[in-house]
């Protein structure tokens, strides 16, 4: 059987150089006057996540220099020599030595530090602490879909009935790399990009595939795999957008780098999906956080320089595209660790922990305060949170996406008191809010809705028979309303609401080939 | 008589119509008449394996996998814990058992409403009540739902397998004939013969009521010869197109001839031979039969003309090969060249005639040589639909709602007939009288079940399974991932977990590299794989915690969309 050429992925091959730093806001001298020129239409803002799986070590990536004393004695395993930290201007804190992109991105007013971020009453598992920060919910609710998830269905109610579209020819999300969370996932739909499979998502984009094998199965393999590319319904806007951006800026060789590269190239190649996650693990550092006989090195370090160096390359790169002023990104991880060092040179999950906001508008400063340092902290001390992660999704939600705040709290499932992450009003555009509510197609209209006692619902079957169903915030059916086969074409009906509580809730109507859901307002 | 499917039959396609609407059926298109297909490569074999001398290897796991897969539908974790112990010929032996007969498929269908076949009470069988005025659709459902039960159920046996190998070779459209009763005898027949005498099935197939509708038989008269059945006769269930096979346009004339006298009475509808239909005079063959006489026979005795015809047809070398090719294209892999020819296909020709036509002994020479266990065979073939969607219900075993009657159990079993129509494959009803063109048409072969519209289909089947339930008309049914982990040997453990899953769902084994991607999603990007282990013993030590099951169910939903995404999964 002859040899099969696979694609490959070269890094090397980039030789445009990327302009050189300080093209960000604080170059250009931004004043709340000249921000409006920047202003970019809303509808082309993205949110990029990044999650930091294992909980991250809050107390060695920001350290409190106020509390070098304490920490010195609750933490001496881990505990780095003052004069190796990377001291931030005009502040109380330092970044651990592995962060000069980070600080880089501080000096030039494009990054920002939330202090002690969590929730109440701190979870201590990795996964149940993941969902819960994904999913927004309280510690102890369950909710079936994911926060950003929520924010998509928001915005676009009509997903995925008759999209793509003219109004949004793009996926929503992205999840890149081998995840697949709860993260984007709506209150029906998944409202990320449905990828048949990684590979031939980096097929796309010119990234490596795992290679088929050379037998008769192989050959099967790879056929498989090309119809699949073929039949991505995204499949060829982001080929093209792709295509579009047939240079980038150098970035690091790892992973997390090589996953924002494809982000930058996607945003650049003028894709307006939303949200984009991308993953770095290995943030578990029971043991040999920091290396024997150096504690400013080590597994932790090397996670904290892939990531800062990463997210700088990627700015650089974005700047030199000409899209940096589009993006925000934050941090995010399921906790931080507990105060105390363990004796293999490691720290155990704890709770609060900072998260960094980067881009060209946000608020490049420290949020809060430092954290107070028990003297006589023990196994059991955790720090306390100061900001609840909620805030920080409410905040880029108003701030930056510009989500109507009496909106917000529908989304968050909370009343959330917002933080100033941006420097400028981004918000005073034309709002693409009304144009995107229409993208696609609407099977159910409410009305009235907010309701109070009776509602008439109105739906459209497609001839096969469906569903209609009542669920909570929470994910929970509560109810079937309706459920049945009508001939082709617009029905409605009559239901009392009088005794629901008052409060937000979700009719769904699923049919063979459709699945969407409306927000109904008790009140 | 309104049965050929060519012909309309305005009650067929009035049901067909609201089959189309109830169950979102969607004609794909296949593969085939695409200019872009990719040619099937030429396999690639081990010459060392290249025979029939009974396998030596080792007898391991990965073997004992593929002949499951091969031989059944899907396989579970019943399957390997069954077979685990046993020698490949103890497997052998085993799957080359029939399948107690099941039995027969009853009214499954009378609704309450507007369904009500007043002649056969709701749960007991139809197959007795004669032709049907209004419900003769609702019976050929009720017939595939029953084929669809048989497989879902399917015990350690090739059965199953062989009853859809014998429909894609003798083939009947059930919706074309549009008469229940003689589908079941159809495939009654095809079940009494699967693994036994060829011949027999041959002769009486011919004579079988759907076929002699199928293929004019019925119309078949000395005054006026239907060529139809006499023609795809030798042309696709004996002879066949093999590059020696000679037989003449005289040969159809005289096969033709031969069979007058059978045809279907009406409007009884039994099968009867007719002595007044019948040609009475000798039937003179080309030098390709050895210039063969069939004499003239009158009255009864004019059914003995069948005999001489079955003998005269399978005395030819041809046969043999012919059906031995399709039988290897079918288990083994899709396409045959030389050195297949000379090494298999030749040898097992030779052993079918030795046994004198019964097949069994050919299949147990098959799955028991050195070839079939060729690694190079091992995941070669892209799944139809049926081996797709069957397949993937046994090994998830999705449980029923408590509350499910067996009238919503059957529109779960449309659901996947029609979702099977969907990705390609009508069981009961091949697109023609050469099967499905995936079994047969060069160059692209199984490749053209594979479309754009297909693969999205699959994959919305997958999904639908792991996250919202697969869609009948009266529940949405998801699998119980939790359950169907629990079931397997070691799930707490993520690495034991993942390689079983595979083992169950792919073709071929996946490298490290894949598995653990896969065990990345499962312990959401951590390090340690205790966490996982962790969280499913916390599951297990108090089930009714919601939190605790929510854990594993959700991760094990996003891994298992992507395991039964991968392309390793579309291979058997």
Redesign the interface.
């Known amino acids: 059987m002859k040899r099969r050429n696979f694609l490959k992925y070269t890094s090397a091959g980039v030789l445009i150089p990327s302009l050189a730093g300080g093209i960000g806001a604080k170059a250009f001298g931004l004043s709340p006057l000249t921000s409006a020129l920047f202003n970019v239409p809303e509808n082309d803002k993205v949110v990029v996540l990044i999650y930091l799986a294992g909980g991250n070590d809050g107390l060695n990536t920001v350290v409190p220099l106020d509390q070098l004393s304490k920490l010195n004695n609750v933490r001496p395993h881990v505990i780095m020599p003052e004069s190796s930290l990377l001291r931030l201007e005009g502040t109380q804190v330092a970044l651990h030595p592995a962060m000069k992109g980070f600080k880089n991105l501080f000096e030039e007013d494009r990054l920002q530090i939330i202090q002690s971020v969590g929730y109440p009453n701190q979870n201590y598992s990795h996964f149940r602490s993941t969902d819960i920060w994904m999913s927004g919910s309280d510690a102890d609710t369950l909710v079936n879909s994911g926060l950003p998830g929520r924010y998509l269905n928001y915005e676009f109610p009509n997903y995925p009935v008759e999209y793509p579209n003219t109004e949004m020819p793009d996926p929503l999300a992205i999840e890149l790399g081998w995840n697949s969370s709860l993260l984007f996932q709506g209150p029906s739909a998944s409202m990320g990009m449905v990828i048949n499979n990684a590979d031939d998502f980096y097929g796309l984009v010119g990234g490596e595939v795992e290679p088929a094998p050379d037998t008769n199965a192989g050959d099967k393999i790879e056929y498989v795999r090309l119809i699949a590319q073929q039949s991505q319904v995204y499949g060829q806007v982001i080929k093209e957008a792709a295509a579009r951006v047939p240079s980038q800026g150098t970035y690091p060789e790892t992973d997390l780098s090589q996953q924002l590269k494809i982000v930058a190239k996607l945003i650049a190649g003028g894709l307006k999906t939303k949200l984009f996650l991308v993953t770095l693990g290995g943030f578990d550092t029971h043991e040999g956080q920091v290396m024997q006989g150096d504690n400013t090195k080590g597994v932790h370090a090397e996670l904290l320089k892939t990531l800062s160096d990463g997210v700088e390359a990627f700015m650089k790169d974005c700047d030199g595209l000409g899209v940096s002023d589009k993006v925000m990104g934050l941090t995010f991880s399921e906790f931080g660790r507990r105060i105390i060092s363990n004796a293999s040179k490691g720290t155990d999950h704890g709770a609060a922990a900072p998260q960094f906001l980067f881009g060209n508008f946000v608020n490049s400063t420290v949020l809060g305060v430092n954290p107070d340092i028990p003297s006589n902290a023990n196994y059991e001390s955790n720090l306390d949170m100061q900001f609840d992660f909620r805030q920080v999704y409410a905040s880029i939600f108003e701030k930056w996406l510009c989500v109507n705040s009496s909106d917000t709290t529908g989304i968050i499932l909370k009343n959330m008191e917002t933080l100033p992450i941006t420097n400028y009003d981004v918000c005073s555009s034309t709002s693409t809010h009304e144009i995107n509510q229409l993208a696609g197609k609407s099977m159910l209209h409410i009305s009235p809705n907010p309701v109070s006692s009776f509602t008439n619902i109105n739906f459209e079957s497609d001839g096969t028979p469906v569903v209609i169903r009542l669920f909570d915030i929470q994910g929970r059916q509560l109810g079937e309303l309706l459920r049945g086969s009508f001939p082709m074409g617009k029905h409605n009906f009559d239901w009392n609401a009088s005794s629901l509580p008052s409060g937000n809730y979700f009719i769904r109507i699923t049919g063979a080939k459709f699945d969407q859901s409306k927000k109904l307002i008790k009140i | 008589m309104p049965m050929n499917p060519e012909r309309g039959n305005p009650m067929r396609d009035a049901f067909l119509q609201k089959m189309r609407?109830?169950?979102?059926v969607e004609d794909p298109v296949l593969g085939f008449g695409n200019s872009n297909f990719?040619e099937?490569?030429?396999?690639?074999f081990d010459p060392e394996f290249m025979t029939l001398d009974k396998y030596s290897g080792p007898w391991e796991t990965s073997q004992m996998v593929h002949l499951i897969r091969r031989l059944k539908f899907g396989v579970t974790i019943d399957d390997l814990h069954f077979f685990e112990n046993l020698s490949m010929d103890q497997s052998v032996d085993i799957l080359l058992t029939a399948e107690p007969v099941p039995a027969p498929p009853v009214n499954d269908y009378n609704n309450g409403s507007d369904i009500f076949d007043e002649e056969v009470p709701f749960g007991t069988t139809w197959v007795n009540a004669g032709p049907s005025q209004d419900y003769e659709g609702e019976r050929v459902m009720s017939l595939k739902r029953w084929w669809v039960e048989n497989m879902l159920t399917q015990g350690n046996s090739i059965t199953e397998k062989m009853l859809l190998f014998w429909h894609n070779h003798l083939v009947t459209e059930w919706f074309g004939v549009f008469f229940a009763t003689s589908s079941y005898q159809y495939m009654d027949t095809l079940r009494k013969h699967h693994l036994g005498n060829f011949k027999d099935l041959i002769k009486d197939i011919t004579i079988d009521i759907s076929m002699l509708y199928y293929l004019n038989g019925a119309s078949n008269h000395k005054d006026a010869p239907d060529e139809n059945y006499a023609r795809e006769l030798q042309e696709l269930f004996t002879i066949g197109k093999g590059p020696n096979s000679k037989y003449t346009e005289e040969d159809v004339r005289a096969a033709a001839r031969v069979l007058t006298g059978w045809t279907v009475t009406w409007p009884e509808r039994e099968m009867i031979f007719d002595i007044y239909r019948h040609d009475l005079h000798d039937k003179q063959f080309s030098d390709f039969y050895n210039n063969t006489v069939i004499k003239g026979r009158s009255g009864m005795d004019g059914k003995a003309e069948l005999d001489d015809l079955m003998d005269m047809i399978f005395a030819n070398d041809e046969t043999a090969l012919f059906i031995c090719r399709k039988i290897y294209s079918f288990f083994v892999?899709p396409k045959i060249d030389d050195e297949i020819e000379e090494n298999i296909i030749k040898p097992l020709a030779e052993l079918l005639r030795e046994s004198n036509f019964v097949v069994k002994p050919v299949l147990e020479k098959l799955f028991k040589s050195q070839h079939f266990y060729d690694?190079?065979?091992?995941?070669?073939?892209?799944k139809d639909p049926v081996n797709q969607l069957i397949g993937m219900w046994r090994t998830l075993k999705p449980p029923l709602p408590q509350d499910m009657g067996p009238f919503e159990y059957g529109e779960l079993k449309s659901s996947m007939i029609w979702s099977m129509h969907n990705i390609g494959m009508q069981i009961g009803d091949p697109p023609n009288v050469a099967g499905w063109p995936a079994y047969y048409q060069t160059p692209i072969f199984?490749?053209g079940w594979?479309?754009?519209?297909t693969?999205?289909a699959r994959?919305i089947h997958s999904?639908s399974i792991v996250?919202?339930g697969f869609?009948s008309?009266s529940a949405?049914i998801p699998a119980d991932l939790v359950a169907f982990a629990d079931s397997l040997d070691d799930p707490g453990d993520p690495n034991k977990l993942l390689k079983q899953i595979t083992l169950l769902f792919y073709?071929?084994e996946v490298?490290e590299?894949?598995l653990n991607?896969f065990k990345?999603?499962l312990i959401?990007?951590?390090?340690?794989d205790y966490?996982w282990t962790?969280?499913w013993f916390a599951y297990k030590a108090d089930p009714s915690n919601?939190?605790n099951k929510?854990?594993v169910e959700?991760?094990l939903k996003?891994?298992m969309?992507?395991v039964l995404?991968?392309?390793?999964q579309?291979?058997m």
């Open positions: 609407l109830k169950y979102n990719r099937q490569e030429n396999p690639v892999y690694i190079n065979i091992k995941g070669s073939i892209i199984d490749k594979i479309t754009t519209n693969i999205t994959a999904d996250y919202w869609w008309p949405q073709g071929v490298s590299t894949v991607r990345y999603i959401s990007g951590q390090a340690q966490y962790n969280a919601a939190f929510k854990t959700d991760r996003w891994t969309q992507r995404q991968l392309a390793e579309y291979l």
